[in-house]
């Protein structure tokens, strides 16, 4: 089993749909998440933390579920620039390293 | 703009030659990695360090060595560069405590022919 698993995709959605993302990860004691943007040969760029209770950037609305070791991402009324690889970050047995999952592609059409 | 800077932005090369791929830091961060990036395997990890002349193995550590003399610079060595080792090399460093998210270089693609 892959440490943090994520579905690949592509979610193909139109313009102004919601689109929601779920991550699992298998290291109970893991006490850091991320959501992470790629673009097309581009480096990844951090999108948001996730905490216990939850928290909302904007349109983005990220969740954490310790209990059944998943996190997950929520976009609203998707934009064209939305379209990227939305990767799930989880840090790993040692403190200081983080483990990535394979991204979820996002592909917002007019 | 997480200063970080890596060089070069492109290379290629032949089978057999050292290569050395260099990550340059602004912001006097503790922690920096090196990972490389491939369709089908995501980010995984090949060296990371916790400070100067402080470094250890990641995932995926073999054929690549690292040094780190300075705070500012980690640097990412091919001795002997073989056509599997053609991919994305991303350097990250991360913000101070060790438990926040790591900030991403632009990248460096590695051909190697």
């Known amino acids: 089993r892959k440490e943090v698993e994520q579905d690949p995709g592509p979610f193909n959605v139109p313009e102004g749909a919601t689109v929601a993302f779920n991550c699992t990860y298998s290291n109970s004691a893991s006490q850091s998440f991320f959501w992470y943007r790629q673009d097309c040969r581009k480096e990844p760029k951090l999108l948001m933390s996730v905490y216990s209770s939850g928290n909302e950037d904007g349109r983005f609305t990220a969740q954490l579920n310790r209990a059944s070791q998943y996190i997950s991402l929520l976009i609203r009324d998707s934009k064209l620039s939305d379209s990227a690889t939305y990767l799930c970050?989880?840090?790993?047995?040692?403190?200081?390293?983080?483990?990535f999952g394979g991204g979820t592609r996002l592909m917002v059409k007019p | 703009d997480a200063g970080i800077t890596q060089s070069p932005r492109h290379k290629v090369t032949e089978t057999g030659t050292p290569v050395t791929l260099r990550c340059h830091q602004t912001?006097?961060?503790?922690?920096m990695y090196w990972y490389r990036q491939d369709p089908g395997h995501g980010l995984r990890l090949i060296h990371y360090s916790y400070g100067v002349k402080d470094t250890d193995k990641g995932e995926v550590s073999d054929g690549y060595s690292v040094s780190r003399s300075k705070t500012e610079d980690f640097l990412l060595t091919l001795e002997s560069a073989t056509s599997s080792q053609t991919s994305v090399y991303f350097c990250?460093?991360?913000?101070?405590?060790?438990?926040?998210?790591?900030?991403f270089g632009d990248g460096t693609r590695l051909s190697i022919l």
């Open positions: 990250a460093i991360r913000e101070v405590g060790g438990q926040g998210p790591q900030h």
């Open positions: 970050v989880v840090n790993g047995n040692a403190g200081n390293m983080l483990t």
């Open positions: 912001e006097n961060h503790r922690y």
